[in-house]
Structure formats: structure tokens, C-alpha cells
Nanobody
Framework: QVQLVESGGGLVQAGGSLRLSCVAS????????MGWFRQAPGKEREFVAA????????YYADSVKGRFTISRDIGKNTAYLQMNSLKPEDTAAYYC??????????????????????WGQGTQVTVSS
């Protein structure tokens, strides 16, 4: 059974940094897309960042471009989201997700939550002003 477990969330002041981790178990995610999404109270889940199934491409929401960096360590079966220059509007529950290669016939598919097969339970990030 596939499991994704996020960690690294917490409370941070505006301008600070956090690094989220997502450990995958149940299979080796060498040819799987990894994505990060977030959901604030009363809002829909939104795309944050993704790493393509080949690992060669990354995608970011405009709101985080230049501040967040997605990466993965294949040997540790772990994906990361480095978040710098955090803003109060980044406050949300952050979820990692993984998807099989066949889901991504177009690069635009990485932005859609329904293109991911497995999800973590989420980790809360709160940015104070």
C-alpha cells in the first residue's frame, strides 16, 4: 500500500523559511510525478509546485515562483518543498501527492489535483505577520 507522509510544517514569521518533506513508502517513486498542493480554510485546494515523472522539469504556481523550490531525493524516496520569504497568505495545510507517468500526457496536467493517485495527510503551515 502506498503511503505519503508529510512533515516540516509549523508556525513561522513573515519572511521566514520552512522545508516540508514528503516520505513515500510502498513503492519506489522513480518514475512518478510529485506535487505539492495547499488548502486554506474556506478555499479550494490549489496547486503549489510539481516535479515531473522524469524528474527533469519543475512547475510552480505564479504566487510562489521565485520563493519555493521543489526537489526530490530518489534514494530516500522523499520529496521536498523549500519555502522562503514566506507571506501570511501562504498559510494553509500543505499536501504532497504522487501520480503515475501515464497521467501526464501534457505538462498542464501537473497542475490538476485529479491527475495524482496518492495523497498525504497534510501538514499545517502558519505564517504570522
Amino acid at each position: 500500500q502506498v503511503q505519503l507522509v508529510e512533515s516540516g510544517g509549523g508556525l513561522v514569521q513573515a519572511g521566514g523559511s520552512l522545508r516540508l518533506s514528503c516520505v513515500a513508502s510502498g513503492r519506489t517513486f522513480t518514475s512518478y510525478a510529485m506535487g505539492w498542493f495547499r488548502q486554506a480554510p474556506g478555499k479550494e485546494r490549489e496547486f503549489v509546485a510539481a516535479n515531473s515523472w522524469s524528474g527533469s522539469s519543475t512547475y510552480y504556481a505564479d504566487s510562489v515562483k521565485g520563493r519555493f523550490t521543489i526537489s526530490r531525493d530518489i534514494g530516500k524516496n522523499t520529496a521536498y518543498l523549500q519555502m522562503n520569504s514566506l507571506k501570511p497568505e501562504d498559510t494553509a495545510a500543505y499536501y504532497c501527492a504522487a501520480g503515475i507517468r501515464a497521467n501526464y500526457g501534457s505538462s498542464s496536467y501537473y497542475y490538476h489535483p485529479n491527475k495524482y493517485n496518492w495523497w498525504g495527510q497534510g501538514t499545517q503551515v502558519t505564517v504570522s505577520s
